[in-house]
């Protein structure tokens, strides 16, 4: 199957600073990309959906001026956690998909651990 | 909205038993997918298995089956001879057929424990 990396795997940011996470498709082409955020022993609820050199669509109630989203090219997807507060401290999930996959499959990232302090 | 929900939050079952985990949903369109996800410790989130709607054959993946009832808009997981790798959090998700990359909308989880 597609693999798909995230970077870092767990960051510690102070409160007020801000912090990139990066999501890679490795071997083939993300036409379109999914932020999840999931706290402790929660589901995953979608942020925003990125496709390639569009902006973002963010889901209600998710702040597009403090989840900053980048999605220029096909194969790197970036959120930016803006003036981080401690209850932005949660784990972030991205996916990517592409167009003609059986299924509309979906690949998952590992995941990064943000905790701010 | 679609919603998704799972209603057991936690389950366990023996070795080598098998276990069935509820998920039902509600839309109102016709074309989509259903799927399984489990998420281990590691929370890296894996695929179990896909079902297309338009299919009325249940799908299967070795130890892992679906019951799959659309007009009851049920999509139950049957996982037979357990074994101790099966333990982790398991998602029912729902995605729209569009032919493209779609959102997933995720039940709330069932926490699977199988044990000796």
């Known amino acids: 199957g597609a693999v798909v990396s995230q970077h870092p795997s767990w960051v510690i940011c102070k409160s007020g600073t801000s912090v990139k996470i990066e999501c890679r498709s490795l071997?083939?082409?993300?036409?379109?990309m999914f932020w999840y955020r999931q706290f402790p022993k929660q589901s995953l609820m979608l942020m925003a959906t990125s496709n390639e050199g569009s902006k973002a669509t963010y889901e209600q109630g998710v702040e597009k001026d403090k989840f900053l989203i980048n999605h220029a090219s096909l194969t790197l997807s970036t959120l930016t956690v803006t003036s981080a507060h401690p209850e932005d401290s949660s784990f972030y999930i991205c996916s990517s998909g592409t167009s003609g996959v059986v299924g509309n499959e979906q690949y998952f990232g590992p995941g990064t651990r943000l905790t701010v302090t | 909205a679609q919603t998704v929900t799972q209603s057991q939050p936690e389950m366990s079952v023996q070795e080598a038993e098998t276990v069935t985990l509820s998920c039902t949903y509600d839309?109102?369109?016709?074309?989509?997918?259903l799927f399984w996800y489990k998420q281990p410790p590691s929370r890296q989130m894996i695929l179990v298995i896909r079902?297309?709607?338009?299919?009325?054959q249940n799908a299967t993946e070795n130890r892992f089956s679906v019951n799959f009832q659309k007009a009851a808009k049920s999509f139950s997981l049957k996982i037979s001879d357990s074994q101790l790798g099966d333990t982790a959090m398991y998602f029912c998700?729902?995605?729209?057929?569009?032919?493209?990359?779609?959102?997933?909308?995720f039940g709330t989880g069932t926490r699977l424990q199988v044990t000796l």
């Open positions: 071997d083939f082409q993300a036409t379109t």
């Open positions: 839309t109102s369109e016709n074309n989509y997918y």
């Open positions: 998700a729902f995605m729209f057929d569009t032919g493209t990359a779609s959102k997933l909308t």
């Open positions: 079902q297309e709607a338009y299919k009325q």
